[in-house]
């Protein structure tokens, strides 16, 4: 069982649709992370927070926004986004440098 | 620019031999790798760490290899199960972010 929990699971949405991925941990850690994945390649970060404040931006496109309202929850909101944005979005926390790093389940976002 | 690489893309073995998958790194100052494996559909599960001080670090079943002087890291698992099929990735965490290899697949024949 993760530690960190990734909803939805499954998201299909349209290129003019809004959407939210959700993602909790219980961990006390207090960075979290959002990266990319698609089919046969290695996760790819997209966004780093550290004391629930953005520290990382991957140069990501404005269509990704993503959110930490308090130190166990991040989200990523969607908005116009293309089909080549079809992947599997990993939420990951860590408790700092001398640990590593947990990830979730992820989201399969398709986008049509 | 940093990157961290796999030697072999797939890896084929027989149930009960030991597998062998190695990464290869080239930044000298890096000082924390971590191995992952991911099965179909989820996300990249811990396996095991070591620190750029250390040469071996031994886990259940699996052993990580650290050669600094070529800038080499390997994953060993002994008595290799079907369970153990997934892919592999290994991982170099620097400040604040991973930086994942490109993954080896391992696929476990009875």
């Known amino acids: 069982d993760t530690e960190v929990t990734q909803t939805p699971k499954h998201l299909v949405m349209g290129m003019t649709n809004k959407k939210s991925l959700k993602c909790e941990q219980h961990m006390g850690h207090r960075a979290m992370y959002w990266y990319k994945q698609k089919a046969k390649k290695p996760p790819e970060l997209m966004f780093v927070y550290s004391y629930e404040k953005l520290s990382i931006n991957e140069s990501v496109p404005s269509r990704f926004s993503p959110e930490c309202p308090n130190s166990s929850l991040l989200n990523l909101h969607l908005h116009a986004l293309q089909p080549e944005d079809s992947a599997l979005y990993l939420c990951a926390s860590g408790g700092g440098r001398v640990s590593g790093y947990t990830f979730g389940s992820g989201t399969r976002l398709t986008v049509v | 620019g940093e990157s961290v690489g796999l030697h072999l893309p797939t890896l084929s073995v027989q149930e009960g031999d030991n597998s062998i998958i190695n990464c290869a790194y080239s930044n000298s100052a890096s000082d924390y790798f971590i191995w992952y494996k991911q099965e179909s559909g989820k996300g990249p599960q811990f396996i095991i760490d070591i620190r750029s001080n250390m040469d071996k670090r031994q886990g259940q079943r699996v052993t990580v290899l650290l050669n600094k002087t070529v800038k080499h890291l390997s994953l060993q698992i002994a008595a290799t199960q079907p369970g153990d099929s997934a892919v592999y990735f290994c991982?170099?965490?620097?400040?604040?972010?991973?930086?994942f290899g490109a993954g080896t697949r391992l696929a476990v024949h009875p």
């Open positions: 991982a170099e965490r620097g400040y604040n972010k991973l930086i």
